[in-house]
């Protein structure tokens, strides 16, 4: 074959599938009223709070990553009456994690890989995704979800009432891009390192204006011109198996976050580092944390928790019917019973401090 022969052009691209638009799914699957009301009521209560009009946490919780809608269903409708009853003090917010960074290989998340078998139907995925999003709004429960592919908040982000920006992508300049045109709060994550240079820098810049190539809802490529988002924050979680969550560490992000002129509003991270990848010891993260508050602490605003209906985690069985109901297959998580009793003690330990502890800013 001669030079001139040679293929140059998608050389490793096996093939490319035409997907969904983002108007034909929202079509497909409109937003109800009653959905629409409970994601920008959670938009706003997140605001308020990191605004400090609003003096109660707000608490990411959920699985690690949702794969069995059944058990999404129930772990949602146990966690809509724990939220009424802590209401007064804590703002629960339902993690719907769709999408899952790999450090190399594995499974990327329902939306990717939604049968688990590597066939990576995503329409499927998008569909099964938005449909989960909207019955949860429907239920009055907000969500929460990892803004991984910066395609992605075009079909689903609508129905999101809090971002979160991973450790492996806090540092990307697309990711800081998105981030600042996203309709709700986002919390960007300290580096893998444990260093928080890279989440500043992600304060800085998410709440300036953008321009970058994305897609409309159309699905036609665009140049996306942003306005900034203000309600940037960071998260600690920990890194190179070392915590960050206590009182010196949280010391140090305020002073980071003085620096850089950002708001001091500081969520922390009960899993990854901070618990050492051990999901019993989230609650004793959030017990320090409730401690640190009644102590005087006046930066943190928020929380989030890896839980589920099961203690623990399991790989993902080739015969899926082999499947523990309610137990991750990522990260591993505290058992709903445990979820309870973590919540409940938090909320007796902090709600006579909260009225008095943030002004507006």
Not at 26 to 37: C, E, F, I, Q, V
Not at 41 to 46: L, S
Not at 241 to 253: F, I, Q, R, T
Not at 349 to 358: D, F, N, S, T
């Given at each position: 074959?001669?030079?001139?022969?040679?293929?140059?052009?998608?050389?490793?691209?096996?093939?490319?599938?035409?997907?969904?638009?983002?108007?034909?799914?929202?079509?497909?699957?409109?937003?109800?009223?009653?959905?629409?009301?409970?994601?920008?009521?959670?938009?706003?209560?997140?605001?308020?709070?990191?605004?400090?009009?609003d003096h109660r946490l707000f608490v990411v919780i959920g699985p690690c990553s949702i794969h069995?809608?059944?058990?999404?269903?129930?772990?949602?409708?146990?966690?809509?009456?724990?939220?009424?009853?802590?209401?007064d003090s804590i703002y629960l917010v339902m993690r719907v994690y769709f999408e899952k960074?790999?450090?190399?290989?594995?499974?990327?998340?329902?939306?990717?890989?939604?049968?688990?078998?590597?066939?990576?139907?995503?329409?499927?995925?998008l569909h099964i995704g938005r449909q989960l999003l909207i019955e949860l709004n429907e239920m009055g429960l907000p969500c929460a979800t990892e803004a991984l592919d910066p395609m992605s908040p075009q079909y689903l982000h609508d129905l999101i009432a809090w971002s979160a920006i991973g450790a492996r992508t806090t540092e990307?300049?697309?990711?800081?891009?998105?981030?600042?045109?996203?309709?709700?709060?986002?919390?960007?994550?300290?580096?893998?390192?444990?260093?928080?240079?890279?989440?500043?820098?992600a304060l800085l810049s998410v709440r300036n204006a953008h321009s970058f190539l994305g897609i409309n809802n159309d699905g036609k490529v665009a140049v996306i011109n942003t306005t900034g988002n203000a309600y940037g924050h960071v998260v600690l979680r920990g890194g190179d198996?070392?915590?960050?969550?206590?009182?010196?560490?949280?010391?140090?992000?305020?002073?980071a976050l003085e620096k850089a002129k950002a708001p001091m509003n500081i969520m922390i991270d009960a899993s990854h580092a901070n618990s050492n990848k051990d999901p019993a010891l989230q609650p004793l993260v959030m017990d320090n944390v409730a401690n640190q508050?009644?102590?005087?602490?006046?930066?943190?605003?928020g929380m989030m928790v890896e839980s589920h209906l099961k203690f623990g985690r399991q790989d993902i069985p080739k015969d899926l019917s082999q499947l523990v109901y309610g137990q991750s297959v990522t990260d591993g998580c505290i058992d709903w019973e445990t979820t309870e009793k973590?919540?409940?003690?938090?909320?007796?330990?902090?709600?006579?401090?909260?009225?008095?502890?943030?002004?507006?800013?």
């Open positions: 074959m001669s030079l001139e022969d040679t293929p140059i052009d998608d050389v490793n691209i096996r093939s490319i599938d035409v997907l969904v638009t983002p108007a034909e799914l929202r079509k497909a699957l409109p937003m109800s009223l009653g959905a629409h009301r409970t994601v920008a009521e959670g938009r706003q209560v997140i605001r308020n709070i990191l605004d400090g009009k069995d809608l059944k058990a999404a269903q129930e772990y949602a409708q146990r966690l809509k009456a724990l939220a009424e009853e802590v209401s960074p790999r450090t190399t290989v594995g499974w990327k998340g329902l939306i990717n890989d939604p049968r688990m078998d590597d066939s990576f139907r995503i329409e499927e995925g990307s300049q697309t990711h800081r891009e998105m981030s600042s045109g996203l309709s709700s709060p986002v919390g960007f994550k300290n580096g893998t390192d444990g260093g928080l240079t890279v989440a500043t820098n198996g070392k915590p960050n969550y206590d009182s010196v560490s949280v010391a140090l992000a305020e002073r508050i009644v102590e005087g602490n006046t930066s943190i605003i973590a919540v409940r003690s938090m909320r007796e330990k902090i709600k006579a401090v909260l009225p008095g502890r943030r002004q507006p800013s």
